[in-house]
């Protein structure tokens, strides 16, 4: 079985919180899929208010946002509702079935603590996106993945943990191609 058929045998067996599978969702529009950092992290933290406030632009262009986390459902539903994202379809994948299926690594010493990271932690903390209790795999690094018709057309591979992708020319991908 070839790595696009994985994937799709993933994304049609992942239920997201709204009981839709992820492939069933790309079938009616294209799928923003971030796949977050445990909750206590700056830089998850960091990322949901980047989503919150690009919100409106993703959504304006016909793409739906789905937040996949490391934790318990109701645990992140409250998480998500701090950032006005509570709405939100979201994956809750403990065992990172879904993270390890789509090619996310583990990180590296240097991806988790180097000095651009160390730097961009201060920055966040400093900005209010203070550190929280772990909930997930500290060492599980992040991805985001636009999907269509049940497949990844697109993703962004994350330098380290305090990568902050595109979200918006991720998400418009489809409409440049």
């Known amino acids: 079985m070839s790595a696009s058929s994985n994937s799709a045998n993933l994304l049609g067996h992942t239920l997201t919180s709204s009981g839709e599978s992820l492939a069933a969702l790309s079938e009616k529009s294209p799928v923003l899929l971030v796949l977050l950092r445990h909750e206590g992290c700056t830089f998850c933290r ?4 980047d989503i919150a406030r690009l919100r409106r632009q993703i959504e ?3 793409t739906r946002i789905v937040l996949g986390h490391m934790g318990t459902a109701e645990d992140f539903a409250a998480f998500a509702g701090r950032y006005g994202l509570g709405d939100i379809a979201a ?3 403990p065992e990172r079935t879904l993270y ?3 090619g996310l690594q583990r990180g590296r010493m ?3 603590i180097g000095l ?3 730097c961009a932690w201060v920055r966040s903390t400093v900005q209010g996106h203070l ?3 772990i909930k997930g795999d500290t060492l599980q690094l992040p991805g985001a993945f636009l999907l269509h018709h049940g497949q990844v057309v697109k993703s962004h591979t994350y330098r380290d943990a305090a990568d902050r992708p595109d979200y918006v020319t991720l998400a418009t ?3 440049a191609a």
């Open 46 to 49: 960091n990322a949901m208010s």
């Open 60 to 62: 304006d262009v016909g």
């Open 91 to 93: 994956v809750a994948d």
């Open 100 to 102: 390890k299926g789509l």
């Open 110 to 112: 240097a991806q988790l």
């Open 116 to 118: 651009r990271v160390l």
């Open 131 to 133: 550190p929280g209790r």
């Open 173 to 175: 991908a489809l409409q």
